[in-house]
C-alpha cells in the first residue's frame, strides 16, 4: 500500500486529496462501479420491512436482485413477523442497539453511548443476532424501512446557528441531556419514549418530528460503526397519498437531510459534535423523492442518489402543483406497482418504462445504485496524502496511520524514470513522520510512504 507522491522544491508543497465520505452527492459518476461485485453471490441481502416493503419485493425488487446475482435471505418476504414487527422510525435504533449491538470479543453487547462500558450482554438468540451471525444463514447487506404512516412528520427540526452549532432541537442542546441518555431510556423495543430526558421527546405510534429522526439516526452510526462487515441501507418512509403541508415538508426535510447530512453528523460522543463517519458500511436510498411528487426545482432535480444515464437532472416525477408536492405520487398510501417498478430500475439499474403513462415525461435509464453502494463498501478509501512542510534548512513528512503500521519514505528526482531511493533510517519505522535536515541545492523532489 502506498500514499501517493508529493513534490518538494525551493517551495516546500502538500499534495492534499479532496476526498468525500458521502455516498449521495455526485459530480461524476465514473467515481462509482457500476459492475456485478466480486462474488456477488456470497453477499446475503435481506430487508426489514413491513406491507409496503413486501410490495415491492413482490412488484420486481425481488427478482431485480436475484437477476444482479445476489443471495436473498430466505425470510426476506416475510411480512409482520420476526424482523418485520415494530417497523415505525422510533423503532429503529432500538432495534439495532439491542438486537444487534456491538461486539467486544466474541460477544455482543447493547450500545451504551460515549463512556459507557457496555454490560448488557445481547442474548444469542435474539433476533439479528441469530439471523447475523449464529445461523449459517448470515446477512451482509441490511435495508430497513418505516410502513407509510411514519411519512406524518411535524416540523419540530434541528437548529443551527450562524456557525453550524447546534442551538435547539436535540436532547442535549434543548436541555443538557447527553443524546444517549434520551436514546436509551426507552424501556423495551416497543415502548415508546417519554419526555422525562428531553422536552420535545415524547415519541409514540408512528408520527415523528424532525428533531426526534435525526438525533434517532445519528445514534444509530454509532452502532453501524461497530460493523464494517455489515452494509446497512435506509429508506424512508413511503409518503402518504394525503399530507398537511408541514408532513410533507417534513419527509422532503428528512429526504434531503438523509441524502446530504446524515454521514456528515455522526455524533460518537452524545454532545452534538458531529464528525464524518469514518466508514463506507452506510448509506440511504433516496425512496422518498423516487415515489413522491417533486418540485419544478432544478437542483433538487441534480441531487437524487441515484445514478441517470446521461447524467441529471431528472425530472420524472416533477410537478408544479403544490398540493401535490411531496406526496405519493398514486393513488394509494402503499405505492403502487408502476411507483415499485420504477424504484427497482432506480435501485438495480434499467429502463423507467413504467412512469411515463403517469407523469408524461420521458423514459430514463438508470446504472445500478446497489451495485455502486456495494462495490464502494467493499473498496477501503485510499489513506490521506502525507503532508510535507519547511522544518528549518529541511523539511518533514508526516502520514496517517495505514497498512500494517509499518512504513517505509521513498525519493526520487525523476518521477518519469520511476528510480525510487529508500529515505535513510526508514527500514521501516512505526512513526508516522519523518525528517530530513537539509535540502538545498535540490531544485525538485517526490517523496512517497508505503507500508509494509
Sequence with gaps: MTNDACPVGSMVAACVFLLSIAPFLHAEFDEYNFGTPDNVGDLV????????????????????????????????????VYENNYTDYRHWYKRFQRELGVKIGQKYYRCEGPGVTPTQEIPADSFMLTWYEYRAETMDIIMFKPCYPGSAISGYDTVYNAQGKVVGGTPYSDDGVNNFVYLNSSESVEDGYADTHWSHGDWWGADSSLAQLKVAYRGMLNVFVGHPDLLFIA????????????????????????????LHEYDPTGTD?????????????????AIAWTGDEPLLDSQYTWFPVGGF?????????????????????????????????????????????????????????????????????????????????GLSVSWDSFGNG?????????????????????????????TVESISGIPRRFYRIMSH
Design 45 to 80: 441481502f435481506n430487508f426489514f420491512h413491513h406491507s409496503s416493503g413486501g410490495n415491492l419485493l413482490d412488484d420486481g425488487l425481488h427478482t431485480a436482485l436475484q437477476n444482479l446475482g445476489y443471495t436473498l435471505h430466505s425470510q426476506i418476504s416475510q411480512q409482520y
Design 235 to 262: 429508506l424512508q418512509a413511503p409518503p402518504m397519498c394525503y399530507l398537511s403541508d408541514e408532513e410533507a415538508n417534513g419527509c422532503r426535510e428528512f429526504a434531503r437531510w438523509l441524502r446530504e447530512d446524515w
Design 273 to 289: 459534535t458531529f464528525e464524518d463517519y469514518p466508514l463506507r458500511n452506510v448509506c440511504a436510498f433516496d425512496w422518498h423523492n
Design 313 to 393: 437532472p431528472d425530472d420524472t416525477l416533477d410537478t408544479t402543483d403544490p398540493g401535490e408536492l411531496g406526496r405519493n405520487a398514486g393513488e394509494d398510501d402503499h405505492p403502487e406497482p408502476w411507483l415499485n417498478k420504477r424504484t427497482t430500475v432506480t435501485f438495480c439499474g434499467g429502463t423507467d418504462t413504467f412512469s411515463q403513462p403517469h407523469t408524461g415525461k420521458p423514459q430514463r435509464s438508470y446504472y445500478s445504485w446497489v451495485n455502486a453502494m456495494v462495490n464502494r463498501w467493499r473498496t477501503a478509501p485510499p489513506p490521506p496524502a502525507p503532508v510535507i512542510e519547511r522544518a528549518g534548512d
Design 406 to 434: 509499518q512504513y517505509t519514505v521513498h525519493w526520487t528526482d525523476d518521477l518519469a524514470a520511476g528510480a525510487w531511493q529508500t529515505a535513510a533510517g526508514t527500514w521501516p519505522i512505526a512513526a508516522t513522520s519523518w
